[in-house]
């Protein structure tokens, strides 16, 4: 776990994320907002049905880069906390992988660095996802989720190199 100065967290799980207690934490009697993304597994992937997901990360790099987006997000925006967490190993349909709350006096800024901490943990937080399918498995990176029948750049059959 990374916690800052500012009381901004960022965690890696291998249980359920407590959203409601991420939510509780960032909130303050001088915010007028809290903004939330949760990032959940859906249930398939450019229309291949998904049976599952498994995550692994490099734990300390990634907890490093997520306490880099929480000070980056307090630079540039005027929020008082945020909280990053990110979930590890097998989830199921549905289950949260990922989830962010900032909170903020003015919704703007909230929204904002909201916005911001996902955009830039996907690009730069070393967590892969493995994608598992009725007919096999792939690593897929960032955006790009596998096409079947192609084996596109940001698609892998093995781990991406950190």
């Not at 800052?4 to 934490?25: E, K, N, R």
């Not at 967490?85 to 949260?96: M, N, P, Q, S």
Request: one cysteine or more.
């Amino acid at each position: 776990m990374f916690s800052g100065p500012s009381d901004d967290v960022a965690l890696l799980l291998a249980d359920p994320i407590d959203m409601a207690a991420l939510v509780a934490h960032v909130r303050g009697d001088q915010d007028g907002a809290i903004v939330t993304f949760d990032g959940f597994v859906r249930n398939e992937s450019h229309g291949r049905a998904t049976l599952y997901l498994d995550y692994e990360a490099y734990e300390s790099m990634a907890l490093s880069k997520m306490g880099e987006i929480a000070r980056q997000a307090r630079g540039k925006y005027a929020i008082h906390r945020i909280a990053i967490a990110h979930r590890v190993g097998r989830l199921e349909i549905g289950e949260t992988s990922v989830f962010i709350a900032v909170s903020a006096p003015h919704r703007a800024a909230a929204f904002d660095a909201c916005r911001f901490a996902i955009d830039t943990l996907k690009r730069t937080v070393p967590i892969w996802k493995k994608e598992y399918f009725a007919d096999g498995a792939v690593w897929a990176d960032g955006e790009m989720p596998p096409v079947p029948g192609t084996a596109p750049a940001a698609t892998r059959t093995e781990k991406p190199a950190s």
